[in-house]
């Protein structure tokens, strides 16, 4: 089975917390008519069952209209729903044990805070890069001191890698993280927190089109 190509440009991380009790398959249907183009399905609390059952749910709705699903940590939960992909943290499965299990048919994404974390998930053979924080926020509290743009940079210059922007990503500067370097742009509190997902997933999207074209 082949690798699914993804298009990461607007990537949406689920938070039931911030959700403000909707649902996250709620959430996910508005993001998806926003315009979102990739779902990681982040549950911290829920019960292996618990995440089971929601991630087959969400991943048959984004199924039916091409959007992959990745899902957050945990590798058997991506196997047993067929998500597209697996996202791991620095203190996670490591990035061959994780090959191991899932096969070279789902992309496995890496979060990286550094240069050297950037480096070394891109010789293991990482899909795509999760740069954070790149902005302060205050959905995760245990990540590094924020990278900047600066930082995006420099990470963008060490290696090929698709890059996903992560951390204090908004309509106001997902601009900027494009031009510097970002394949695209991971959101959070922006979309999930939002009275209309849907109206800001599309502006967000907006301002990565704009900051595409040549003359922007």
Same mark, same amino acid.
């Given at each position: ?100 299990? *899932?096969?070279? +048919?789902?992309?496995? $994404? =890496?979060? &990286?805070? %550094?240069?050297?974390? /950037? ?57 900027? *993280?494009?031009? +510097?370097?970002?394949? $695209? =742009?991971? &959101?959070? %509190?922006?979309?999930? /927190? ?23």
């Amino acid at each position: 089975m082949a690798k699914r190509r993804i298009d990461y440009s607007l990537y949406l991380v689920t938070d039931r917390g911030l959700a403000r009790g909707r649902p996250t398959l709620e959430i996910v249907r508005a993001a998806v008519r926003g315009g979102i183009t990739c779902v990681q399905l982040r549950e911290k609390a829920a019960s292996t069952r618990e995440f089971i059952e929601e991630a087959r749910q969400v991943n048959a709705f984004l199924n039916s209209c091409g959007v992959p699903l990745i899902i957050n940590d945990r590798v058997d939960v991506a196997l047993a729903v067929g998500a597209a992909g697996v996202h791991l943290g620095q203190s996670d499965l490591p990035l061959a044990a994780a090959r191991s299990l *899932a096969g070279n +048919s789902m992309v496995i $994404g =890496i979060s &990286v805070e %550094s240069i050297r974390d /950037a480096v070394a998930a891109q010789a293991g053979g990482a899909d795509y890069l999760g740069v954070s924080p790149v902005f302060a926020t205050p959905t995760k509290a245990d990540t590094a001191a924020p990278l900047g743009l600066a930082g995006l940079r420099a990470i963008r210059a060490a290696v090929k890698t698709p890059l996903v922007a992560i951390g204090g990503l908004t309509r106001g500067n997902a601009a900027e *993280a494009i031009r +510097s370097g970002a394949d $695209g =742009i991971a &959101v959070v %509190s922006a979309i999930v /927190a939002a009275e209309d997902p849907e109206q800001a997933a599309r502006a967000i999207k907006r301002e990565i089109e704009t900051a595409r074209r040549p003359w922007a």
